[in-house]
C-alpha cells in the first residue's frame, strides 16, 4: 500500500539527500507492517495494556449546562499513561523501530512532552534513546528533563540559535544524517518529511476510530462538529480522519492565539504563517521576510510550534477544516472553567480547544453534537497557571 507523500502541494521530502533512502526504507517497512496482523496485534495489546485504551467519550454534562448549548463530549485522552495522545505515536514508532532493527532511537523535544512518550516507549522496549532539546527549553521544563532522565534517556543540549525547539530539530537530524544505520528517528506530530505525516496520523487514528463508535453507541448519531487543538496537529488528525469523509460533519482545528495575531507573539501558523519549509516538508510556517523561521509563542508548551502538519495546511485549503485561534487569556479561562465545572484539569493546550466552544457558544444550536478532543492533562501546566492566576 502506497502512504501518502504530499498533501496537494503540501508534504514532500525537504532534508539532505544521504537520508532519502533511509525514508524510503521507513515507508517500505511500515507498508509492509500495517499491513501484517502480527504487527497490528502487538500495536493493540499494547494500546491497551501500557496506554490504557480505550479512553472514554465522557459526556460533560455540567459544562454542557453551563454553557447552555450543544450536548458536549470530552474524548479522554488526557487518560492516557503519561497523560497525553503523544504515546500513541511513540509506542507505534518504537515497535516500527524494533521491527527495523535499529538499535538506538532519538528526537527532539521542545517543552519535553514528545521527549518523555519517546523515552517512555524507548523504555518499555529496552532501546537507547537520545533526546534533542534547546538549552532555554531545559531550563524553562525542568520536570519533563527529569522524568525523561529517569526514563533513561540521554537528554542533549542544544546550544546553538535561540537554544530551542527548531535548533533542536537541526541538530536531530544532524545525528540522523550521521547515524542513519543503526538509528531511528521519532518524529512527534504529523510533521516531518513524508512518510512521517502519515504514518503519525494513522498512529493517531485510533482516537477518532474510538470516538466514532462510542457517539454512536451513546447518542445513536453522528456529532455535528468535531474541536481539537493544533500544534504540530496530531490529536486534531487523529480525531479528524474517521469523519473527513462525512461532509456534513464540522471539523474546527484551534491554533495558539498568545497574546494575539496582531502581537506577533503566537503559534497561528495557519492563519498568519505563509508556504515555507520547516522540519523538511512544504506547510505553512511563520517566517519573516527572508524566509527564516520565527519563533512561536503560547501560554500552552505543546502548541509553540512554528508549522504545522502538511495535511492540516491541505485541508485549510480546501475548505474542509476551518481553523481559527484563541489567545493565552482565552484558553487560560478554559482552563479554569473545565476544572471547575468538571474536576478536570485540562493540558493548556486541550483548553485551546474548550475556550474555542466557549467563546462562540452563540454558533451552536441546542441540537448539536460536539466532541471535543481532550489532548492532555493538566498537572505538568499547574504552576505555569498558578502564577498567571496569582495563585501563588
Ligand atoms: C503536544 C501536545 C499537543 C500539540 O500537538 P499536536 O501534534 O498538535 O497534537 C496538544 N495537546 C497536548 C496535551 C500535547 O502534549
Not at 512518510?195 to 453507541?217: H, M, T
Request: aromatic share 6%; glycine share 10%; hydrophobic share 40%.
Amino acid at each position: 500500500m502506497s502512504i501518502t507523500a504530499r498533501f496537494g502541494p503540501y508534504g514532500g521530502r525537504y532534508v539532505p539527500e544521504t537520508v532519502i533512502p533511509a525514508l524510503d526504507e521507513l515507508a517500505a517497512a511500515y507498508g509492509r507492517l500495517r499491513a501484517d496482523p502480527g504487527f497490528q496485534s502487538q500495536l493493540d495489546e499494547l494500546l491497551k495494556n501500557f496506554v490504557g485504551r480505550p479512553t472514554p467519550l465522557y459526556f460533560a454534562e455540567r459544562l454542557t449546562a453551563k454553557l447552555g448549548g450543544p450536548r458536549v463530549y470530552l474524548k479522554r485522552e488526557d487518560l492516557c499513561h503519561t497523560g497525553a495522545h503523544k504515546i500513541n505515536n511513540t509506542v507505534g514508532q518504537l515497535l516500527l523501530a524494533v521491527e527495523m532493527n535499529k538499535s538506538r532511537v532519538i528526537a527532539e523535544t521542545g517543552a519535553g512532552q514528545h521527549g518523555v512518550a519517546t523515552a517512555t516507549a524507548a523504555a518499555l522496549f529496552g532501546i537507547p534513546c537520545a533526546i534533542y532539546m534547546g538549552e532555554k527549553d531545559i531550563d524553562r521544563q525542568e520536570l519533563n528533563v527529569v522524568r525523561m532522565k529517569l526514563l533513561g534517556a540521554e537528554v542533549i543540549p542544544v546550544s546553538s540559535g535561540s537554544r530551542t525547539l527548531k535548533d533542536a530539530m537541526n541538530d536531530a537530524i544532524r545525528d540522523w544524517v550521521t547515524n542513519v544505520e543503526n538509528t531511528y528517528y521519532v518524529i512527534g506530530s504529523v510533521a516531518g518529511p513524508a512518510p512521517y505525516p502519515a504514518i503519525v496520523r494513522e498512529l493517531q487514528s485510533v482516537i477518532g476510530r474510538e470516538a466514532l463508535a462510542q457517539i454512536q453507541e451513546a447518542e445513536g448519531r453522528l456529532p455535528t462538529e468535531l474541536i481539537a487543538c493544533v500544534g504540530g496537529g496530531s490529536n486534531a488528525m487523529g480525531l479528524f480522519v474517521s469523519f473527513l469523509d462525512k461532509e456534513e460533519i464540522r471539523l474546527t482545528g484551534v491554533e495558539a492565539g498568545g497574546e494575539g495575531l496582531d502581537s506577533g507573539r503566537h503559534g497561528a501558523s495557519i492563519e498568519r504563517g505563509k508556504r515555507g519549509v520547516l522540519h523538511g516538508s512544504l506547510s505553512y510556517v511563520l517566517q519573516d521576510a527572508y524566509g527564516q523561521i520565527m519563533e512561536a509563542h503560547s501560554i500552552s508548551a505543546g502548541l509553540d510550534y512554528p508549522g504545522v502538519g502538511p495535511e492540516h495546511s491541505f485541508l485549510h485549503d480546501e475548505g474542509r477544516v476551518r481553523y481559527d485561534s484563541v489567545t493565552d487569556a482565552e484558553a487560560l479561562k478554559a482552563f479554569t472553567m473545565l476544572s471547575e465545572t468538571e474536576g478536570i484539569i485540562p493540558a493548556l493546550e486541550s483548553a485551546h480547544a474548550i475556550a474555542y466552544l466557549a467563546k462562540h457558544i452563540d454558533r451552536f444550536a441546542a441540537d448539536d453534537l460536539i466532541i471535543v478532543n481532550l489532548s492532555g492533562r493538566g498537572d505538568k501546566d499547574v504552576y505555569q497557571a498558578a502564577r498567571a492566576l496569582e495563585l501563588l
